[in-house]
């Protein structure tokens, strides 16, 4: 009786797993070349999201008030705004916490542009107010009396 001899080799060889290695280094160090500044970069962008959302809720708060109140006379208005804050303070109040880099009367010239009130003679109708959060992205809106 003949009985077949298996010559039959099961496994990968050393010089085939070190190729496998090799080559899977080599390609990982080329994904972490491409990729390794926008990975490490992706937290930046969500944190300015999260202050955006932030700095938007500020303003909603603050509109908010100014819808509850209307100011009428000149009083209110300005209690109102002295509220907001002064420019280049940073404030952590009722609306949120945001640095005012803006907050003072404008009015606009007959072309619709908008002028500095250099001698304080605004009619005190269109309030400009700019606020910041922690990325320094501003948020500009006007309230009108």
């Given at each position: 009786?003949?009985?077949?001899?298996?010559?039959?080799?099961?496994?990968?060889?050393?010089?085939?797993?070190?190729?496998?290695?090799?080559v899977?280094?080599?390609?990982?160090?080329?994904?972490?070349?491409?990729?390794?500044?926008?990975?490490?970069?992706?937290?930046?962008?969500?944190?300015?999201?999260?202050?955006?959302?932030?700095?938007?809720?500020?303003?909603?708060?603050?509109?908010?008030?100014?819808?509850?109140?209307?100011?009428?006379?000149?009083?209110?208005?300005?209690?109102?705004?002295?509220?907001?804050?002064?420019?280049?303070?940073?404030?952590?109040?009722?609306?949120?916490?945001?640095?005012?880099?803006?907050?003072?009367?404008?009015?606009?010239?007959?072309?619709g542009?908008?002028?500095?009130?250099?001698?304080?003679?605004?009619?005190?109708?269109?309030?400009?107010?700019?606020?910041?959060?922690?990325?320094?992205?501003?948020?500009?809106?006007?309230?009108?009396?």
């Amino acid at each position: 009786m003949n009985v077949p001899i298996c010559n039959s080799k099961n496994g990968f060889t050393l010089i085939e797993i070190i190729i496998t290695l090799l080559v899977a280094v080599i390609i990982g160090g080329i994904m972490t070349q491409y990729l390794g500044s926008a990975m490490s970069q992706t937290s930046t962008a969500m944190k300015r999201l999260a202050d955006g959302t932030k700095l938007h809720a500020v303003a909603d708060n603050i509109i908010g008030e100014f819808r509850q109140i209307a100011p009428s006379d000149s009083a209110t208005w300005n209690a109102f705004q002295s509220g907001i804050g002064n420019a280049g303070t940073d404030q952590n109040n009722a609306y949120g916490e945001y640095r005012v880099i803006f907050n003072d009367f404008i009015r606009f010239d007959a072309t619709g542009l908008e002028m500095a009130d250099v001698y304080g003679t605004a009619p005190e109708d269109i309030l400009k107010i700019v606020i910041s959060g922690t990325s320094d992205d501003a948020l500009t809106f006007l309230l009108i009396r």
